[in-house]
């Protein structure tokens, strides 16, 4: 059995609100996550509905098992970009609702074996999905400076990339990176002692990290392939509801929903947390969800 989670789901009633289970429908949770939103929508759909909660990390799958049994919920070990063919596989033509959370899940950041976490003295590796081949430290051990320095600027809008690439590889050459520890601390010390990044809270490394959790787990190139593919998959009414935490996804997700023909746009901005829940659940507060319609 996995641990159980700790991980709080966000905008939790506006998901409730905008994708509005009713007994019957059948909803995909794109990212199941801790559970929290497929166990919120699962509740409401009755006996003839049901979730169709899919995940690239296996172990909120196990954890599933256990804590969702009981309610309609069907399982499947996969990236969203694939939920088209989990629905064939199903004779599923089109669902109701798909919901996709593209947030890293409070469970990862606990796992000192994902490398998630600052730090972290376990293995530098970032993969979503353990059977993927390439982890975070192999790019940072192995790619040239330049094309590390592009990766960081490009995937984290960090603008301290050329600085922070040069040190890896030099420091490389004596010590090749193995734990998250080690390269937060490298990425920490290109920044003067102040944090000089005018950011304020964040870890001076939150931007190479996740420039580097990008890059490992194809996530914009998923992000792109669904936003092209998933409406397909929505009966007429049918919405599509997507959580981002960064603007490398909103864009792409705002853009879609005002340019694709088959879309409704229904957030003109996009929904976020209250103050109440961000007190609650601080992770909360860089949330963003937009909600289109099926036409």
Same mark, same amino acid.
């Given at each position: ?5 700790? *991980?709080?789901?966000? @905008? ?6 905008? +994708? ?18 497929? %166990?919120?929508?699962? /509740? ?11 995940? %690239? ?6 954890? #599933?098992?256990?804590? +969702?049994?009981?309610?309609?919920? $069907? ?9 088209? $063919? ?11 609702? !798909?919901? +996709?959370? @593209?947030? +890293? ?9 994902? =490398?998630?976490?600052? /730090? ?27 094309? &590390? ?13 050329? %600085?922070?690439?040069?040190? !890896?590889? *030099? ?24 944090? =000089?990044?005018?950011?304020?809270? !964040? *870890? ?22 669904? @936003? /092209? ?7 007429? =009414?049918?919405? @599509? #509801?997507? !959580? ?13 929903? &005002? ?25 909360? %507060? ?10």
């Amino acid at each position: 059995m996995a641990a159980p989670t700790v *991980h709080v789901p966000v @905008l939790p009633a506006e998901v409730l609100q905008w +994708l509005d289970p009713q007994p019957g429908k059948i909803l995909v949770d794109g990212t199941l996550g801790g559970g929290g939103h497929t %166990r919120m929508m699962a /509740e409401k759909l009755g006996d003839k509905g049901f979730v169709v909660a899919v995940d %690239r990390d296996v172990i909120p799958l196990q954890r #599933a098992e256990e804590t +969702l049994a009981g309610l309609p919920v $069907k399982i499947a070990h996969a990236n969203f970009v694939e939920i088209p $063919k989990i629905l064939d596989s199903l004779e599923i033509d089109k669902v109701d609702g !798909i919901l +996709l959370d @593209l947030g +890293l899940s409070s469970d990862q950041l606990a796992d000192d074996d994902r =490398g998630f976490s600052f /730090e972290s003295d376990g293995p530098l590796d970032l993969r979503f999905d353990m059977r993927d081949k390439k982890t975070a430290a192999d790019l940072v051990n192995h790619l040239k400076e330049k094309d &590390l320095a592009d990766l960081i600027y490009q995937n984290g809008e960090e603008r301290l990339s050329r %600085r922070i690439a040069k040190k !890896i590889c *030099h420091i490389r050459k004596e010590t090749p990176f193995e734990t998250s520890k080690q390269l937060a601390d490298v990425v920490a010390s290109c920044y003067p002692p102040s944090g =000089g990044s005018g950011r304020g809270r !964040i *870890h001076p490394a939150t931007r190479t990290f996740q420039a580097l959790r990008i890059a490992v787990n194809r996530e914009l190139s998923s992000l792109e392939t669904a @936003l /092209e593919t998933l409406p397909d998959r929505l009966k007429p =009414g049918g919405r @599509l #509801a997507i !959580i981002s935490f960064h603007s490398l996804e909103d864009r792409p997700v705002k853009q879609a929903f &005002l340019d694709d023909p088959r879309l409704n746009r229904l957030t003109k901005k996009p929904v976020t947390a209250s103050d109440e829940e961000i007190a609650q659940n601080p992770r909360s %507060r860089t949330a963003k969800m937009r909600v289109a319609e099926r036409v």
